[in-house]
């Protein structure tokens, strides 16, 4: 245990996030880094990024109640103490995707009414749905769920967007890079812990496969309504005009962003995740079950 876990105690969270890629950090940020005025000016492209920011506010809020609630599901301390890592982790998390939120102007009074009008269905049921095993004391699903499946669609969600934003929006691409960080470490860790698990309790993949395929399809769903919502072409020109200084395009898993449309973008994304899903899934000793296609 001690060799899996190495990488995960409190000592290498402290050495690797609060004292090193997080230091001098505010909200994820660099001091005194704002949004864009080219986004701030325009009310069509902040409502758009405040539908947006409401989505990450939602699965963090899903990670913080299932890390959290599985640190006394968790059957050794070593995992314990991950997981209490894990939960600040996503506790910052919410906090700064939050912090968007007033960023972009929504007032603290209104948070929640904003978050519960612009919430996606699909995205909270995808919640729902890890937060039963989390609730049932499930460590064995509720780590599949939560550091495999829901981790590493987020991995990959944060690095598109990082991406995209890196040039036209620093601040926000700055907070993303610190969440993709963290990410790489829940995600290394759920498939360290979980390969012995499923080995000793071959009964449960099945239950833990369709688990995974009710999640894959409300993932999909979700993009698919997110990617509706997207920026367009001339709206991203809109940004880009605005921003400071016309550097590289932004380019994601060797496809230039600024030439695809919408929903080529969302195929992208979707078939990234799923590729990246099947390869984590084989290494514990799990089957990928092929979704719906919403």
């Known amino acids: 245990m001690a060799d899996t876990l190495s990488g995960y105690t409190v000592q290498y969270w402290l050495e690797s996030a609060p004292q090193g890629y997080l230091l001098g950090t505010e909200f994820g940020h660099h001091a005194g880094e704002r949004e864009p005025e080219a986004l701030l000016g325009d009310d069509a492209l902040r409502q758009q990024a405040i539908r947006t920011t409401v989505q990450l506010v939602l ?47 929504v007032g603290k009074a209104e ?29 064995l699903g509720g780590v599949v769920g939560q550091n495999v499946i829901l981790e590493g669609m987020a991995f990959h969600v944060f690095e598109m967007m990082h991406a995209g934003n890196e040039e036209l929006n620093p601040k926000f691409a700055h907070t993303l890079s610190g969440t993709i960080a ?55 020109e809109r940004l880009r005009s605005g921003a400071a200084a016309g550097g590289k395009p932004a380019s994601w898993q060797g496809r230039r962003l600024d030439d695809l449309a919408p929903e080529e973008m969302e195929a992208l994304l979707a078939d990234t995740v799923l590729k990246e899903f099947k390869i984590r899934l084989e290494r514990i000793g799990l089957e990928y079950q092929t979704p719906a296609r919403p």
């Open 59 to 105: 699965g963090e809020r899903c990670a913080l109640a299932a890390s959290s609630g599985l640190i006394n599901a968790a059957p050794d301390e070593a995992s314990k103490r991950f997981l209490a890592t894990q939960t600040i982790d996503e506790a910052r998390h919410v906090e700064v995707f939050t912090q968007r939120l007033f960023d972009l102007g």
């Open 111 to 139: 948070l929640e009414d904003v978050i519960r009008v612009h919430a996606n269905p699909h995205l909270v049921r995808f919640a729902e749905v890890l937060l039963e095993k989390v609730d049932r004391k499930d460590f």
């Open 182 to 236: 963290d990410e790489r470490r829940h995600v290394g860790f759920g498939e360290n812990r979980i390969g012995g698990w499923i080995r000793q309790h071959p009964e449960r993949k099945g239950e833990i496969e369709r688990m995974q395929r009710d999640m894959s399809y409300h993932m999909l769903a979700t993009f698919a309504e997110a990617f509706r919502d997207a920026p367009r072409p001339e709206d991203v």
